[in-house]
């Protein structure tokens, strides 16, 4: 898995390159290999029932006849804009407002709701970095995060082995399996050494319900990543300081996972950060951060800005995009006022199309130089749209 991920980097890294050199060329197409799960084989029924209708009874002939054969391509036929949303803490719906940094259960969900009327469908920011661009047809991508883990409000876990109905990743859980087609994916980062959990014993028993908390997330799509161990102001410090704060919350982490038995998660840890209260370090200390790699040796692959929305609204490019910075994306703060945006700016954010490919010869699907001639002809003949192609498993630029 880290062997593909990094060849999807490598590969992307040259695409990158090649766009920003050959920017007034047409596109050349280029391939990356995306999640196969993306796209779906489909027949043309409707195609094949009239071949067969148009053969007449009296003459028809035990012979095979040759079903055309399709092949769903999902494409963004305009360039995606992926609004990345941060959330910090969550307060119950007795206290008076949400705040910037707490926001109530009625207003999170409101927001929710109001996201998914909008199209909006949630992604794994490590995907779409790491090049699968694909979402459902008609839905917006949409990126949430969450910072300062881990707090109780956040998410802690219940008796049955559940988060408690009280916390923040719980109601997004709730929703997400009553709304599929939102569904449930979040980027966590998280603080795992400037605070105590659960009821901060002495003993050190909140270590375990740290460690099961994790778990959970983990095992249920709430990816965690770093935001320093005691969410350092960076940019007062040091190469070093620097270092030691990554580190030890990523060895932290490991050894919470590692005491409860799941050693089995460390290998699909990432290693992306989230930049605390916005203060970027600079000179040695950006370098630093920058080039800071996991003790499994994962290199940093993306670093995460933070910004209010009254500053303008900035979006994550798709990684094709010479506007793509992945050591400095940004996010949008204030949950509530990001919401409203979003929605009454839907259209603004493309969504993905779908459009058959072909007829085509079976035999050949496997081949990408076949599949990349099979989608021109198809843009050529004007049934599909110019754009990037998510087929197979590949990504074809056809822009
Ligand atoms: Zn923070």
Redesign the pocket.
Known sequence: MKIFKKNILSILSITILLSACNAAEPATPTTIPVDAGATAVSMASTMAAETMAAIPTETALPTPTETPFYLTANIWAEEPRVPIINY?QFAPNTSLRSTDHKIRKRDFLDGLEALNQAGFTLIHLEDWINGDLYVPEGRRPLVFTM??LFYNNQIRMGENGEPRRDTGLSFAWEYGQEHPEFGFKWSL?A?LGDKWYADGDTEGKWKDELAQSIIWCLDHDARVYN?TYQ?IRMDKSGAEGILWDLEQNDLFMRELLAKAGREDLIEGLGNML?I??GYWPEGSAYSATTNYITPEGEPMLGIFDIDWIVNGVKFMAPPYSPEFDPMRIPRIAMPPEAVEYLVEHQEEFPTMVACQVGPLDAEQVENQDYLREAIQASITSGSCPQGVYILEDYTFDMR
């Open positions: 910090h910072d300062d980062f603080n935001h969410h989230a605390p209260f």
